[in-house]
C-alpha cells in the first residue's frame, strides 16, 4: 500500500524557515517523481513544486521561486521542501503527491498524503 | 499560465441525479485534464485521468470526456457519498494549474 506522510509543518514567523519531509513507502520511491501541492484554508489547490526522480530536474511555481527548494533522498525515501522567506500567504497544507512515471512531465498525481500545515503568522 | 475555470461553482443536487460539472482550459491541452475529489477534511482522490480514463477502484458512475479546451465531469445516479469539492487539473505545462473547485452539496 503506497503510504505518504508529511511532517515538519507548524507555526513560524514572517521571514522564517521550515523543512518539511514526506516519507514515503509502499512503492519503490527512487522511480518515481514527486511533487508538493498546496491548500490555504479554505481555498482552493495550488501546485507548489517538482523533482524528477533522480533528483536532476525540478520545478517551482513563480509564487515560491528563489525562496523553497525541493529535493530528495532515494536512499531514505524521503521528500523534502525547504521554505524560507516565508509569507503570510504561504499558510496552507502541504501536501506531498507521487507522480507515476520518473519524469515530472505531464502526468496526473496518483497518490496524495494526508498533509502537513504550515502556518506564518506573528 | 493556463487557467482552468470549472462551473459551476456550488451545485445541491439530490441523490439518483445526474450531475454534469465542466472545466474550461484558457488554451488547448490535448487530453492532458484530470480530476480530483476532496472530501472534507480528507486529501484530494484522482477520479479520471486524462480527460476520459477511468481509475481502478473508483466507482463506474463517475466519467470523464473533452479535449482541446472544454472538458466534462459526469456523475451518474449521484449517492450521498458523492458530497465533495471537484477540481480539474492540467498537465500540459508547468505551472500545473488547478480549477477553482465544485463543491457538490447533497440535499
Known amino acids: 500500500e503506497v503510504q505518504l506522510v508529511e511532517s515538519g509543518g507548524g507555526l513560524v514567523q514572517p521571514g522564517g524557515s521550515l523543512r518539511l519531509s514526506c516519507s514515503a513507502s509502499?512503492?519503490?520511491?527512487?522511480?518515481?517523481?514527486m511533487h508538493w501541492v498546496r491548500q490555504a484554508p479554505g481555498k482552493g489547490l495550488e501546485y507548489v513544486s517538482a523533482?524528477?526522480?533522480?533528483?536532476?530536474?525540478?520545478y517551482y511555481a513563480d509564487s515560491v521561486k528563489g525562496r523553497f527548494t525541493i529535493s530528495r533522498d532515494n536512499s531514505k525515501n524521503t521528500l523534502y521542501l525547504q521554505m524560507s522567506s516565508l509569507r503570510a500567504e504561504d499558510t496552507a497544507v502541504y501536501y506531498c503527491?507521487?507522480?507515476?512515471?520518473?519524469?515530472?512531465?505531464?502526468?496526473?498525481?496518483?497518490?496524495w498524503g494526508q498533509g502537513t500545515l504550515v502556518t506564518v503568522s506573528s | 499560465e493556463i487557467v482552468l475555470t470549472q462551473s459551476p461553482d456550488f451545485q445541491s443536487v439530490t441523490p439518483k441525479e445526474k450531475v454534469t460539472i465542466t472545466c474550461r482550459a484558457s488554451?488547448?491541452?490535448?487530453?492532458?485534464l484530470h480530476w480530483y475529489q476532496q472530501k472534507p477534511d480528507q486529501s484530494p482522490k484522482l477520479l479520471i485521468k486524462?480527460?476520459?480514463q477511468s481509475i481502478s477502484g473508483v466507482p463506474s458512475r463517475f466519467s470523464g470526456s473533452g479535449s482541446g479546451t472544454d472538458f466534462t465531469l459526469t456523475i451518474n445516479s449521484l449517492e450521498a457519498e458523492d458530497a465533495a469539492t471537484y477540481y480539474c487539473?492540467?498537465?500540459?505545462?508547468?505551472?500545473?494549474?488547478f480549477g477553482q473547485g465544485t463543491k457538490l452539496e447533497i440535499k
Open positions: 503527491v507521487k507522480d507515476p512515471a520518473p519524469t515530472a512531465m505531464g502526468d496526473y498525481f496518483d497518490y
Open positions: 509502499g512503492f519503490t520511491f527512487s522511480s518515481y517523481a
Open positions: 523533482i524528477s526522480s533522480n533528483g536532476g530536474s525540478t
Open positions: 488554451q488547448s491541452i490535448g487530453s492532458s
Open positions: 486524462y480527460a476520459s
Open positions: 487539473h492540467q498537465s500540459s505545462s508547468f505551472p500545473y494549474t
